[in-house]
């Protein structure tokens, strides 16, 4: 394998002040190559640089937060960006990755193979939430679906002082601002907002909901229904 895009990577990481080993900087390169060969379409990017910066530097910046060490569940997992890539190099937490089609559940399962720290779950999130309600210390959100419905989804499954982490864009702040309300209802108090540069050019913000009140048992609503009709105020009445 060539070095090109581990030392890549490793420069990424070293930029961020996040740790990477040169064993786990290999480990990522090769589980970004699998995506990329894979007919599944779980990644767009198809430039191996630019999938090291776009997904494997950008999933490593979550380590610039204060992490907490309980049950960590990424929801949306698809490839496994941030999920296994998180679960990689946090070999000492429990890690729960839920994707709802099965195909990329099933990929997934292949390429956690050895990481006995990670399960996957065929599930809608909705779903899980039912069973595991306010399980994990940490959920992670990237690339799911708007701002409010990412709240509705994730909240339930986040135990109370535990936190939500999501990536999004920094000219994307306004939207997460009008979502606010639905923020407070589900539990959460206001995000700590971090900016990030996990590469060149990168506008990237991460933001930290910490959940200070357990989530009204009328959530999740049921599947699809965040997405739908995402709740708005804190008068909204579920439906």
Request: with cysteine; proline share 8%.
């Amino acid at each position: 394998m060539s070095g090109g895009s581990r030392d890549r990577l490793c420069a990424a990481a070293d930029a961020m002040g996040v740790p990477l080993a040169p064993d786990d900087a290999k480990w990522l390169v090769a589980l970004l190559r699998d995506m990329a060969a894979q007919p599944q379409n779980l990644t767009a990017v198809c430039d191996e640089h630019d999938g090291v910066d776009r997904h494997l530097a950008d999933a490593l910046s979550a380590l610039v937060l204060p992490l907490p060490d309980g049950p960590a569940c990424d929801i949306g997992s698809g490839g496994g960006i941030p999920g296994l890539v998180l679960a990689r190099v946090r070999p000492g937490v429990p890690h729960t990755l839920i994707e709802a089609e099965g195909r990329k559940a099933e990929w997934l399962r292949r390429a956690s193979g050895r990481m006995p720290n990670v399960r996957v779950l065929h599930a809608r999130t909705e779903d899980v939430a039912t069973r595991q309600r306010e399980a994990f210390a940490l959920v992670t959100a990237r690339a799911v679906a708007p701002p409010i419905p990412t709240l509705e989804l994730a909240a339930p499954l986040v135990s109370r002082g535990g936190s939500l982490v999501v990536w999004t864009a920094r000219d994307s702040a306004e939207a997460w601002d009008d979502a606010g309300a639905a923020a407070e209802t589900l539990g959460f108090g206001v995000p700590a907002v971090t900016d990030v540069s996990p590469f060149a050019d990168a506008r990237r913000r991460l933001l930290r909901f910490e959940k200070h009140l357990r989530t009204p048992g009328t959530y999740p609503r049921r599947p699809g229904r965040a997405t739908k009709r995402p709740l708005a105020t804190g008068r909204h009445r579920a439906a």
